[in-house]
């Protein structure tokens, strides 16, 4: 009770600060850096003292759906992972109360596609009227027809799948035309609710996107449609995460000199536009190493901060694993702050377990020897 009611009071204290700097991006920036130190602190302590690492829930990743009206690539929903799964407006309704209750203040909605859920427009309601913030993270083919309710609902905030353009993304997604219905999406956003709408694309890194030409395509795309860039790397153990169907997506050793190109012009577009990039220096510069080493990066973990829900009712610590209990035996409220949720967050801490890239950024720059070592010289 004495850690919910703290891990509460931080996080409310948290948002406050970032409401009233909305406006301030310096001081903003100066507090991030701040927080990062007493992170980094926490962080060395942590790998002496383990005790000290405790479940921090800030954030929540709610899977409404299983359903998917793509077939990418990369991606198992709607074939192999939680098929036919959707968590019922009741259940959601209850989660997000009891995330409140816990000092969750941001909520993350997505899927499969969230906008396939029916109840999408109340969800985003409920987290208004609590006070928590949402953000939705949308493959953007059906934004054409449901940004008008999401809006009205409360909506403020979207990111968006982007595996490339024209034909590239059409292949990727096994949807031909489906590029077409993307861009309008975009489109209904940026020319409806430019300036009251903060969009964000998340243009996927994968082994044939590995150019200069494919860079730039993107991220000129984002600043057609006033989005923010923001590089997602592949996944090599989330567990709705493929290789593709000849393990093309995955980059190999010898594709080391391309990446590192692609890197080199990541930087230099970082130092143009520092607030359309989102990556830090330190996190574009450890891109390589995600990328090739795999498990192999020995980053302390952040998901101590994380909750992660499936459709299917899973309750889990981060997107790959330590499971807490399912929502359908028990609400979430029973499975937080638990002997079980400590633990989780101590053996992610100490990467006792598949060691993803998630959070990545975060765990670069609350890792001193990993800032050290990214650093520009």
Known sequence: ?????????????????????????????????????????????????????????????????????????????????MVG?????????EVLDDARDAGIHRVRLYGGEPLLHPDLPAIVAHCRKLKITPFVTTNASLLEHKIDDLYEAGLRDISVGFYGTGAEMD???????????????????????????SMQLNWLFRRDTCNLETLHEAFAFSQKYGARFQVDLIHYSLPYFTKGQEQELYFRPEDRPRIDEVIEELLRLKAVHPDIIGSTP?????????????????????????????????VQLCYVTFNLGNLHEHRLRDLLFTPAHFDAARKAFALDCPNCHCEAGDRIMRHAPSLARYRAT
């Open 171 to 197: 292949s990727y997604v096994q949807r031909p035309g489906h590029f077409a219905r993307f861009e309008r999406g975009l489109a209904a956003v940026h020319h409806k609710y430019n300036g009251k709408i």
């Open 85 to 93: 799964e959707q968590l019922s407006f009741d259940m959601i309704r």
């Open 282 to 314: 330190e996190m574009i510069r450890s891109m390589p190493d995600w990328l090739l080493l795999g498990p192999g990066m020995r980053v302390p973990c952040t998901a101590a901060e994380l909750i992660w829900i499936g459709p299917d009712g899973t």
């Open 1 to 81: 009770m004495i850690t919910e009611t703290i891990n509460r009071l931080k996080n409310k204290a948290r948002k406050a600060v970032g409401r009233l700097t909305d406006d301030k991006p310096e001081v903003r920036r100066a507090l991030v850096q701040a927080e990062n130190w007493v992170e980094q602190q926490r962080h060395m302590l942590g790998g002496v003292f383990p005790s000290i690492i405790r479940p921090r829930p800030a954030r929540l990743f709610l899977a409404l759906t299983g359903h998917c009206n793509w077939r990418c690539l990369g991606c198992c929903y709607e074939r192999d992972f």
